[in-house]
């Protein structure tokens, strides 16, 4: 057994190996280069390294696929993803999916699931095409552009009307801008944000208060959306999370703002990064491009799924799931303390050349002939954490790449694949995915 309670009355495993390096040079080196880092590690250290990175303090990196798989089966009582992504609860709140623990986390979970299932996410299929076609009219052709922004902005619009649902109001209008103007992206302001010192000067005082008028604004729309006469057959989530119940009691507004908070920056970012990752690896590699706009003419999901899926394991967007530690354990052939944050790091088993045959190469076919392991392809993460938006993102991406494949071609001025660097949640490409959109030739339209 890879992972288990560690024996009280057996002879203590030693503590996994790391480097000594003084922790805010660790904290720098993870922040700034994590990919490249983990990689070197896992060669110098193993499969289980031991970091020392604020804000969490003592950090195990988990870097096989299972050692990972053990701990993603594992029962969810001995670790707390909720605490190790307490960094985001200024924002989520402590009640949201991602920031809450124990018997509170299984019950939104229940009530959730069916929400997020691939009957239910079919039925945004037809809004993500609709507001895609309007918005890739207003993308430049013939000169480059960062497709990363344009993402950012169609998969804002996307989850926004998954969320909330159709219709717009001052109301509305004042708090998506007043969401656009979150620091989501600065590591700095997020982490100040948990100190109340810090909260009363510079750029965490403006955080705060624009925290404090998006909160009203949300509280005042979920009170109008509680007395709507329409409740019950609206399709929304903010509408669906209002009228849930498990035959006790519904959910409270400060659980209903946290949630619509969380899905909506958890689902806004990473789809965006996966997005213009796709585009960035489209744009340089023409063959593929071609096979892809072949697909989204002939309108073949399989293969656009298989290019958002490649993308996902040569690009992962989020490198790594947050875990705390609930009780002492044995891993493999080490002891870690209850406390301890483990991190499965995700982006590493993608490129593990035991899994994947060429991994630096970018090859959607091997999504469709070759034998993956489930355990070696973990974008979502796994386990009683796993991404609740994994369907809604993976149609989401597909569907994108279907209305903008079948109007114009791909390519880039710049071949040299962009740098990935760190932004707080994702790993993006430095220079926002540079492409070049075209007109289709008129025999492919
Ligand atoms: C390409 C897009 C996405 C990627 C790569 C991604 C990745 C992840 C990962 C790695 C986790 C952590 C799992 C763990 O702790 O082991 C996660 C959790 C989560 N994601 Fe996503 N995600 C994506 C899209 C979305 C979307 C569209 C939504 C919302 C509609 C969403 C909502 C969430 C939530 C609420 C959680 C917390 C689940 C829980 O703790 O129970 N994600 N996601």
Request: net charge positive.
């Amino acid at each position: 057994m890879l992972i288990r309670t560690a024996d009280s009355g057996s002879a203590p495993l030693p503590a996994p190996p790391g480097p000594r390096l003084p922790g805010p040079v660790q904290t720098a080196i993870f922040t700034w280069w994590r990919q490249a880092w983990a990689e070197r590690l896992r060669e110098k250290y193993g499969d289980v390294v031991a970091l020392k990175v604020f804000p969490w303090g003592r950090v195990v990196l988990i870097n096989d696929a299972d050692h990972i798989a053990a701990m993603f089966a594992s029962p969810a009582e001995r670790f707390h993803s909720g605490e190790g992504n307490r960094i985001l609860a200024p924002v989520f709140g402590k009640h949201g999916l991602l920031t809450c623990d124990g018997e509170e986390h299984r019950r939104l979970r229940k009530l959730m699931m069916p929400m997020f299932g691939k009957a239910a996410v079919r039925g945004y299929q037809d809004t993500v095409r609709e507001l895609t076609e309007r918005d890739v009219e207003t993308w430049p052709v013939g000169r480059p552009f960062k497709s990363l922004e344009r993402m950012r902005k169609l998969s804002l619009d996307i989850i926004w009307r998954v969320i909330f649902g159709p219709g717009r109001d001052v109301r509305s209008g004042e708090l998506r801008g007043l969401l656009e103007r979150l620091p989501m992206t600065d590591l700095a302001v997020l982490m100040g944000l948990n100190s109340t010192r810090a909260r009363r000067v510079g750029p965490w005082r403006r955080a705060s208060n624009l925290l404090a008028r998006i909160d009203t604004l949300i509280y005042e729309t979920i009170e109008e959306r509680r007395s709507a006469p329409d409740l019950g057959q609206r399709t929304d989530i903010l509408s669906r999370l209002i009228s849930a119940g498990d035959g006790t009691e519904g959910l409270s507004p400060v659980q209903v703002r946290d949630q619509a908070v969380t899905l909506l920056f958890a689902g806004r970012e990473p789809t965006a990064t996966a997005l213009a990752w796709a585009l960035h690896e489209l744009a340089r590699h023409p063959a593929v491009a071609q096979h892809a706009a072949r697909a989204a003419l002939a309108g073949d999901s399989t293969y656009l799924e298989a290019v958002v899926k490649e993308s996902m394991r040569r690009r992962t967007g989020i490198f790594e799931s947050i875990w705390t530690l609930a009780e002492d354990i044995e891993l493999g052939d080490f002891r870690v303390r209850k406390g301890v944050t483990l991190m499965p790091m995700i982006g590493v088993v993608h490129r593990d050349p035991a899994h994947y045959r060429q991994p630096e190469v970018f090859r959607p076919e091997r999504f469709l002939h070759e034998d993956i392991p489930p355990h070696a392809f973990i974008p979502f993460g796994g386990g009683a954490r796993r991404c609740i938006g994994a369907h809604l993102s993976v149609m989401q991406s597909a569907e994108v790449l279907r209305v903008v494949l079948s109007r114009r071609s791909v390519t880039t001025d710049r071949p040299k694949p962009e740098a990935a660097v760190c932004k707080s949640v994702t790993i993006s490409p430095a220079g926002g995915a540079r492409i070049i959109l075209r007109p289709l030739p008129r025999t492919e339209q």
